[in-house]
């Protein structure tokens, strides 16, 4: 078989993405690939819910950034995560804007009321010292770190790839991220960032 003639599913991923550029189709094996990882990653990011729109807009980016892809990068994944980290954070923006023009505005005329807060209060409290919590006290580099080295497996350097930061970086924010979970979870242990995690 030629070159030409090549089947997208032989091609590595860098190799794929740059002939995606004259043949779009084929970028959708870039997602068969890996749109189970990502959206792995964005459930535990932002939700069941929220994740499926995500993952989309995830890849529709990536197509439209194709042309510009690094191609040596071989191993498209931690591009792809990224990407998805960039999504997540414009998300995170955009929900607190919206919610410092709700505090704004201030509550609805028609809101549920005390019934509701203390039915939100005790689901809240019955959580308890989550892991969930316990991640969402850290700033978001730290955050983005953690889940992206512990939660998908990613080594520092495909980390650093994914988020377009020196090494030293990662390993000093995992290190400020583990330590964070620990005291958050009330833990003196030695316990690693993806025993932390994966038993969350």
């Known amino acids: 078989m030629s070159s030409s003639e090549a089947d ?3 091609l590595e991923d860098a190799e794929l993405i740059a002939r995606s550029v004259t043949r779009p189709d084929w970028f959708s094996a870039i997602f068969d690939r890996h749109a189970a990882h990502i959206h792995r990653y964005l459930v535990r990011r932002l939700g069941p819910a929220a994740a499926e729109d995500a993952l989309g807009e995830t890849f529709l980016v990536a197509f439209r950034k194709r042309e510009g892809y690094d191609t040596s990068r071989r191993e498209a994944r931690p591009w792809l995560y990224g990407i998805a980290t960039n999504l997540v954070a414009q998300r995170r923006r955009d929900e607190a804007r919206e919610l410092k023009l709700r505090e704004a505005l201030g509550p609805p005329p028609d ?3 005390h019934a509701q807060r203390v039915a939100d209060q005790v689901t809240a409290e019955a959580m308890g010292k989550s892991l969930d919590s316990a991640l969402a006290e850290l700033a978001d580099g730290d955050r983005d770190t953690l889940t992206l080295f512990a ?3 990613l080594s520092y350097e495909e980390v650093a790839a994914a988020l377009d930061i020196p090494l030293g970086t990662v390993r000093s924010r ?5 330590r964070k979970v620990r005291e958050a979870l009330g833990r003196s242990d030695t316990t690693t960032g993806k025993e932390i995690v994966n038993h969350g």
């Open 174 to 178: 995992l290190n400020r991220a583990r």
């Open 111 to 113: 809101e549920e009321g």
């Open 151 to 153: 939660g998908e497996g």
């Open 8 to 10: 997208p599913g032989d």
